[in-house]
DNA sequence: ATATGTACCATGTATGATAAGGGTACATAT
DNA sequence: ATATGTACCCTTATCATACATGGTACATAT
């Protein structure tokens, strides 16, 4: 794998490695079936902690782009091409925009859609 | 006024100086057409900023629980008791709740819910 | 043994943003 | 003069959060 982190860079190092392995299988490099390098592997390459790795094959798999398979590995997901374009991040904001300028028409201050979101976030289990 | 302010509350002193005035029209014990202290007097009274106190009967008013009469001060809203068991707070929770539960259920973090209403909240211009 | 993903405990650090306060000023009226 | 609501300027302190890190452990398989 050719990724490349950049510390300075703002993006958070997690952020950089699915960017990276979403470029990698837009542009053709990582195919569908193939493996990638062992979370551990692939945080000693890079100079990462495993758990910044394991965050960013965590999120991977949640939308699609890659699979673990316990012991064996963890490998290119097979939709990996189409669901690499979907961006989960725009999707979210615009959902969330649309509910916030609802409510903003409507003389809501932004101090209390803080207040209501905070209280909506810390009143929930995770 | 018997307005009392703790300031250990988590509670926004602004929000606490209008849950009780709100509570002191729904209780009847001020009625329609009434004075309210004014800003510089209330917030001398409970020793708090004018801009905190003004801020309470910006939305207070708003809410159509008070009025602002100018320089010659500002007084319960006629409507006042109907607009005082209006709970806006609530149903900002409700429609804020609503879309953030449609996003947990598609598996997106609270991390990334968080960011994204970060960004649209910084990103407006008020 | 060694390696896989995954889960849990924890800490530190830095950034960002809120709420609150301080000050000054204005037009309006008594 | 004095008082009203209102609108700006700027500052500060506290808090919440994300990020990254460290360590340990587990079941599973080669």
Sequence with gaps: ???IIDIEDPVPLFAQVMEQIKKAVL???KNPGE???SIRQLANDLELNNKTVA???RLLER???IQARGYRGTFIHPDAKANSRVDLT???LEELNETIEALRVKDVTDSEIRIAFTNIMNNHVN
């Design 1 to 3: 794998m050719e990724i």
């Design 27 to 29: 542009s053709g490099k």
């Design 35 to 37: 493996p990638l390098p």
């Design 55 to 57: 965050k960013a094959y």
């Design 63 to 65: 939308d699609g782009v």
């Design 90 to 92: 725009a999707w979210v």
